[in-house]
């Protein structure tokens, strides 16, 4: 993160958010409806504030994925 020049986690997840906005109408169209769908809701909900602490995000991504 630092190497990048990010502030935080959560500086880091807007730019990523921002490119991916940027480049929406090439990457959205090759994904099925479904997962349109569940982007545009994650980004609708990062609109309103509704988003979580990356260092919750982080523990559930561990716990479901990585401690296995």
Known sequence: MKRHG???????V?????KLHQEEGEFLEDLDEEAQ???EE????AD???GRPWEE???????RF???
């Open 6 to 12: 990010y502030a935080s986690p959560d500086e880091a």
């Open 14 to 18: 807007w730019v990523a958010l921002e």
């Open 37 to 39: 769908a569940a982007i």
């Open 42 to 45: 994650g980004l609708s909900q």
């Open 48 to 50: 309103r504030g509704e």
């Open 57 to 63: 995000v982080r523990e559930e991504i561990r716990a």
């Open 66 to 68: 990585i401690a296995r």
